[in-house]
């Protein structure tokens, strides 16, 4: 399996994208070779999870994993209802704020091995994340390959109809590149994400609050669609200020 190591780095070393995390505000970009600019929604990320947020959180099964989780609200969410969850994110600040608010994450990229690896109920793709690595295929196949048989996809798409490869790079106002290289990305309507998606079960798609999403099934032999019943198993050196009732164990 090949590691999209170009936007891992890239991102990694984003200092504007560091920057606004840590201040809980942008503005900030993705910024094509073009020229053209993706506004960044910093000050939601950074906010806890909003009513559009919840009603994505409430139709998870099993085990969460979130890919690309920023500053964590969804992961602080889950945690405060009880569930098994952990975040990754190629970004530290992002992890380190994820567990300021008392989640569970790690520094990773979704390419690199998993804990609990094809045993997560769920797997969340949010604000943009079904553009990580420019392959939208590639991306899919290996999220099937972290869910459990049965598992969900929940991805949020584009509010339009766009199939979009190209290479970015993270910049705020002061015109300073937050990457040493442009890296790819992928934008996705919910359409295209549906084209990429061979071998999947298409379970769901709707909008909220201006926002799209999609949720699609891995197949198994079992034409039950019963929730996963066995959690995933999470560890992590970063697992601190957990809650008592968590379930998440830590070592």
Do not use: H
Request: glycine letters at 12%; one cysteine or more; charged letters at 25%.
């Amino acid at each position: 399996m090949s590691t999209p190591s170009a936007t891992t780095l890239a991102w990694a070393a984003a200092g504007p994208y560091a920057a606004a995390l840590r201040a809980g505000r942008g503005p900030l970009f993705l910024r094509r070779d073009d020229g053209w600019l993706l506004p960044l929604e910093v000050e939601r990320w950074c906010a806890r999870a909003d009513v559009v947020d919840r009603e994505v959180l409430d139709r998870c099964e099993g085990a969460v994993l979130d890919v690309g989780c920023g500053p964590g609200r969804l992961v602080a969410e889950l945690a405060v209802r009880g569930r098994a969850v952990l975040g990754i994110d190629v970004s530290q600040a992002a992890v380190d704020q994820t567990v300021r608010r008392g989640g569970q994450a790690l520094r990773r990229s979704v390419f690199e091995p998993m804990p609990g690896e094809r045993r997560w109920g769920t797997v969340l793709l949010m604000d943009g994340n079904v553009g990580i690595g420019g392959d939208p295929r590639a991306l899919l196949d290996r999220v099937a390959e972290v869910l459990c048989p049965g598992g969900l996809l929940i991805a949020e798409t584009a509010a339009v109809d766009v199939d979009e490869r190209a290479r970015v790079q993270v910049v705020d106002l002061s015109g300073v590149d937050g990457a040493e290289a442009p890296f790819p990305w992928a934008r996705l309507g919910t359409r295209a994400l549906l084209r990429y998606a061979r071998g999947w079960d298409v379970a769901g798609q709707w909008t909220a609050g201006g926002r799209c999403f999609a949720v699609l099934r891995t197949r198994s032999a079992s034409s039950s669609a019963e929730p996963p019943k066995r959690a995933a198993v999470i560890s992590s050196q970063r697992a601190r200020n957990t809650s008592a009732g968590s379930p998440v164990p830590s070592r």
